[in-house]
């Protein structure tokens, strides 16, 4: 029977590129994975498990594996693709990351067809800066201090583009996003601590505005649009919200303007209700110092409102938190194994008076 829905995905995965050789080969042997106490045959195992239980028509990828002179994010995704039998077998892959860590988009190509395409103004790396708008491999000009001298800001890993076409001939817009770490790497006291930490919360600020403009621009022309990814932010997640007066996450969904040109995300909705109280999570961390796990949200699908009035089902493949999950124990292991994110899924009507139904 032909789903009546298409279900996009977004997923973090830990390190992906560790369990790839040059060659685009997985590493399936007993040597230590990058995930702690995991070997590089189990994460891969795991990530097996999980993608098969996703059966996802289009998977937006984070941390996807490198791409580079001697390494491809096309080659090893497709050979991880075929290994396991997975429906999403077509690789898309945009502009390199300057990291390890490449946005990268695994789709069934015979229910939808994607390409790569940017939009904005194309300055270039290196080239010189835009005031509005420029493509994602371009810079951004943005006051991150206002001392009325704007700083020039640029993605370490650029968004993801996306042009694809459904099942029902529905066009959309995909935008794959793994924004600014806000974690201060590298300080070594208190006083560098904090200075770090300020200043990578600026530079995630800056690329959720950079984002948010884009985001209006797609809006403006009526396209259907999905912005999915690692924001790695969410309301009330640090102290500095208070400082820049709200979190990236708000900036993105444009949750102060328009209705008409806000994006819908039912679990940062749930986050911004209940800052203090009860909210859904989507990654969960080993802290050392403390020896104990934490969690938060930071993993989102945002929707056009057109697409909102399709009445799409959200849900977070949470091991603990989901009791369909929770009561596969193959499943709920391996998410636990296979990243220190769990993925998010929206199931979309392909009709917009199809009743939603969820799927494990």
């Known amino acids: 029977m032909a789903r009546d829905f298409l ?15 040059d060659r685009g080969r997985m590493l399936e042997d007993s040597a230590p994975s990058a995930r702690h106490k995991i070997s590089r045959a189990t994460q891969l195992g795991a990530l097996g498990i999980v993608f098969t239980a996703l059966d996802a028509d289009g998977v937006m990828v984070i941390e996807a594996p490198d791409t580079s002179s001697k390494r491809s994010t096309v080659q090893a995704l497709e050979t991880f693709a075929r290994h396991f039998g997975l429906r999403a077998r077509r690789c898309l892959h945009g502009f390199n990351s300057e990291t390890e860590q490449e946005i990268a988009f695994l789709y069934d190509p015979d229910r939808i067809r994607a390409t ?35 700083e020039t800001i640029a993605f370490s890993k650029p968004p993801l583009e996306v042009a694809l076409t459904g099942p029902d001939g529905l066009p959309l817009r995909l ?41 209006e621009e797609h809006l403006a022309r009526k396209e259907s649009l999905v912005v999915m990814g690692d924001f790695n932010d969410g309301p009330g997640l640090d102290e500095f919200e208070r400082l820049f007066g709200k979190s990236g996450i708000e900036i993105v969904l444009g949750s102060d303007g328009d209705p008409a040109l806000r994006l819908t995300d039912p679990h940062a909705a749930m986050a911004l209700q209940s800052r203090v109280a009860m909210a859904p999570t989507s990654a969960r961390f080993w802290h050392g110092p403390k020896q104990h796990y934490f969690e938060a949200l930071l993993d989102f699908i945002m929707v056009s409102p057109d697409l909102a009035l399709r009445s799409p089902d959200w849900r977070i493949w949470h091991p603990f938190n989901d009791p369909a999950i929770a ?34």
């Open 7 to 21: 279900r996009l995905a977004t997923y973090n995965v830990e390190w992906f590129n560790a369990l790839f050789n």
């Open 116 to 150: 790569h395409d940017p939009r904005g103004n194309h300055q270039g790396p290196g080239g010189p800066p835009s005031p509005d708008s420029p493509r994602f491999d371009g810079s951004f000009r943005y006051d991150l201090d206002t001392d009325t001298a704007p």
């Open 175 to 215: 935008i794959g996003v793994h924004a600014k770490s806000k974690a201060p790497h590298g300080a070594t006291d208190p006083v560098q601590l904090l200075r770090l930490s300020i200043e990578n919360r600026r530079k995630q600020l800056a690329q959720c505005i950079w984002l948010r403009a884009r985001v």
């Open 327 to 360: 009561a596969v124990p193959e499943l709920r292991e391996a998410l636990l194994q296979a990243s220190d994110h769990f993925p998010v899924t929206l199931d979309l009507p392909l009709s917009a008076k199809a009743p939603r139904r969820r799927q494990t």
